[in-house]
């Protein structure tokens, strides 16, 4: 089955992140960003968890271009065509598990665009990548992110302390094929 890279929701456009859209993140050269997404990008975009990640993602798809989609979406609010935050994976994996994660910015939260974009892409990543489990970690403390995960359905399976940042847990949720709801 051909790949659409492309989702559409009532109200957003999730659009994987292109090489050339990532490089001119990188480069925090607006101008060209805004023309490359037909889309305003707010200044705060560039101050995003996702920027730390960037070159490794440069990197990825300079080495493996099939990995467009399995990493970086962008979220664009389409009834002002505004860049409102990031999601995707953690990389394609050969047993069919997905990592996911997301971000919203700050005055677009808590309006239910997160919900919405995580649904949509989870029902992309069951249809169009084939995944055949999705996971994703959320601070305990982090209200917002675990009902998202809660209301797609995803169980929590455990909790995990963070290697690189001791005394620090999150939970782990699974989602699979068979277990999905229609949320």
Known sequence: MEQILYIDTQR????????EVAQATLARNKPLLEKLLTAYVPDDWYTTQIQDFLPKYIDILKSEPSQL????????????????????????????ELEIG???LADYRNRG?????????????????????????????????IRI???????????????HMPGFAV???EL???????Y
């Open 69 to 96: 989609g399995y990493g970086v979406w962008l979220i664009i609010r389409t009834d002002d065509s505004t860049l409102i935050g990031n999601l995707g994976f953690g990389g394609k994996s050969e047993n069919g």
């Open 12 to 19: 957003l456009e999730l659009l994987p992140c292109s090489l």
């Open 149 to 163: 995960v809660e209301k797609l359905g995803m169980q929590k399976v455990g909790t995990v302390e963070v290697e």
């Open 171 to 173: 939970y782990r949720w």
């Open 113 to 145: 665009y997160g919900t919405e974009a995580v649904a949509a892409l989870v029902d992309f990543a069951f249809t169009q990548l084939e995944a055949k489990k999705i996971i994703a970690h959320t601070p305990t403390d982090h209200v917002a992110s």
């Open 102 to 104: 997301y971000e919203v």
């Open 176 to 182: 699979t094929l068979e277990s999905r709801n229609t």
